[in-house]
């Protein structure tokens, strides 16, 4: 089948703060382009090793509470035996372990098949890169 699979790489300005970035709507988008209305799968990939991605609720505070979680469970304090960038970025990097940087999507007549209020998220705890990729993969 010609164009089973495509893929594209998005670069997401994250700041300097710690973010939940909801990426639904580029992935709407790229499904639109690519997708020619066929069911398949998407998958979404995070090339970094102090990110991941989320499906949660947005815009009603489940953002602010997972971060405040990842606060809870992976304190940004000198515990951590990873050291270098700013103090407590050790967590950073076993963010992965708790919040996968991948997630495989189902994705029927070219839609995203989402529960009602599920987004999918970005999830950036690493205040010292401000920018990430985001790779987009559809395969149908």
Known sequence: MPDAFSTRVLDIATGSSETVFD?????AAFLREVSRGRDGLLNVFVPHATAGV????????????????LHTLLPADDRWQHRHGS???????????LVPPHATLPVIGGELKLGTWQSVCLVDTNRDNARRQVRLSFLG
């Open 23 to 27: 990426l639904t709507q580029e992935c």
């Open 54 to 69: 989320a499906i949660i609720e947005t815009g009603a505070g489940s953002d602010d509470d997972l971060l405040a979680a």
């Open 87 to 97: 103090p407590g970025h050790g967590r950073d990097h076993v963010l992965p372990a």
